[in-house]
């Protein structure tokens, strides 16, 4: 069996650092010659009970509480307080402090960093999201740095519910794993205008996470060594375990089971960052004693882990229970030793420098900037400066669906990026456009939301019940709020900008609900109120025909609607409003009456074309003889129609030289007929005919005629030289 052990696995720096201080405030306890010195830990000082014990056997107790504590200090002893790697909250040290109690503060730098975040945060006047355990000592410490204002969230689903604010400021328990922390983060960054995110992931755990992840790809199983309620050991164990290997946690060696190594070619070995070395070895070597033919190897070092392990390379100070009982503090060693852990302190301040200054916006969850280098159908590639380029999935580019990349992007363009990945399984950093158009959007739409400011909106689906808009992001118009009608026909706006205001949002649902037809009810109502304040009969407006009735149309004048009535569409008969206007004809209309207090107004369309009797003025003189048709008959005379709008009246004593009794008895409706004009006053709109006159005259025309044909004709009789010529 070939047994490989991780290459970043058990004491971190922090712990090692905080082990080391413990020892030897042990050892100057010990040798103190005033009172007897007691020194204490609030809680373990590391999630590892042998290291725990180790300590205990030195004279280092663990307290559970201050107030623990408090009771068993006294006038006669000197009692000093170990603050772990965990760290607590200022009003911890506040208290101890005040009650005479020596605080050793062995707080991780790293853990201290986040702290003072927290604290930095608050003063600003962020609020602060702590991803974490909420029962976590360092996560209670953090939480009490921001005076217990800020909130702890450990799941997707509590980031969800976090309600929409201004300012969110992100920060994590040292332990947590990547994924955890980006998942959670980029919902978050969704949930404010402006958000302030840090990565505290602790990157010896990272590290140590990398190398587990790395390792159990190659073994069939995975042993990982740690205390039972240590956090990080915990998520080493679930980290091995999601890879489906068989994964075995254990404290120690005397916990192995042989029967787990059974068949099994290769094993891997990791340990949490509170486990030991020499608790590593024991369980090495006891897998070793297995079987005789194990070999043990190292597993490579990944070129990105260098950096962060050198610092553990760097680092001379080994933890072992035989080490600190043989060791030799010489007059001024503990000073010595403070200083090495200031050095120390400083190589872990200068990591976490490192990791901010070589990552300051290309961690998941923040948005940069971009140059596009490259436009493919299915992605782009963009270069966000420090010789790093990431891609665009098509997808990721726009709100809209595109069939390629092209149609909103080009090569050279400088665009916002947000950064979704760091790297994917490829080490490609994934990008989107959209999710940085999209924060961007959320902080305009909240702003145009809460002053009801107008935008525009390209429709880009048509969906049940109404349309979908591009605001940035997807907003819904329902359809009945589109127009202040009924809208029959939605795919008529597809592709049209609709003017629109937002009537509700809420980003937690991603909701953005908008209505064209607020600003026009808003227009119309102002354009109402000038219409009554200025409309006069006698005017010419434009209208637009609303509807249409048997006795008219309904004609909207810019606020109001007024009664086109069919009488005053046409000079002429019409039977129907439809021969003359239909919906939504734009149209000019004379106002014939306003009445303001019934709010009534009465329109005319046949006052603003020329009448046919202003035309037939310039055509017809009296003593004219013009056709017509007889277009009705009365017991007085008949009308005949002379052009569509004009008619004239034959008078009965007109229709025949003899008395006539009957109308009828001479004349029909639809007779065509040939009349002549024996009066006529087109301003009046009257013209008086006659068709006994027409018949004479037409009569002694025709006989004319025959008696000029028949003199002609004895002309040439008489005359045959005409005929030879
Ligand atoms: S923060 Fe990191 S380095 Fe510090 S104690 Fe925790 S795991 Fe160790």
Known sequence: ME????????????????????????????????????????????????VVNHLAEQGIKGVESLEELLEKNSPDTECQLIIRTHGVGPGVIQKAKDRGIKIIDATCPLVKRVQRLAGDLIAEGFDVIIIGDRCHPEVIGILDWTHGQGRVISSVEEAQAIPYGTRLGIICQTTQTEHTFQEISAILHEKAREVRAYNTICPATRERQEAARSLVK???????????????????VQLCADSAKPTYQVETASQLDPTWFKGIQRVGVTAGASTPDWIIEEVVNKMLEFDQESTVTQEMEDESLKAATEVDQGENTEFSPSSSENQEIEEGGVQDSFEAREEENEVVETLEEQLTRDMPDLRPGTVTVGKIVQVRDDEVLVDVGGKSEGIIPLKELSVRNLTTAREVVEVGDEIEVYVVRAENDEGTMILSKRRADQIKAWVDLEAAFESGQEMAGEVVQVVKGGLLVDVGVRGFVPASLIERGYVSNLDVYLGKVLRLRIIDLDRNKNKVVLSQKVILEEEYEKAREELWATIEAGQQRPGIVRRLTTFGAFVDVGGADGLLHISEMSWIHINHPSEVVQENDEIEVYVLAVDKEKQRISLGLKQIIPSPWEKAAEKYQIGEIVSGKVVRTVPFGAFVQIEPGVEGLVHISQLAPYRVERTEDVVNAGDEIQVKVIDFKPHEQRMSLSLSKAREELEAAEQQEIVDAYQAEQTEAEDPMVVGE
Do not use: W
């Open 218 to 236: 190659k073994v069939e199983s995975m042993v990982v060594i740690g205390g039972f309620d240590s956090a990080n050991t915990r998520k080493l």
């Open 3 to 50: 047994i490989i052990r991780a290459d970043a696995a058990g004491f971190c720096s922090g712990v090692k650092r905080a082990v080391k201080m413990a020892e030897e405030v042990a050892v100057a306890g010990r040798r103190s010659e005033q009172r007897p010195v007691l020194v204490y830990t609030l809680g373990p000082i590391v999630h590892n009970r042998l």
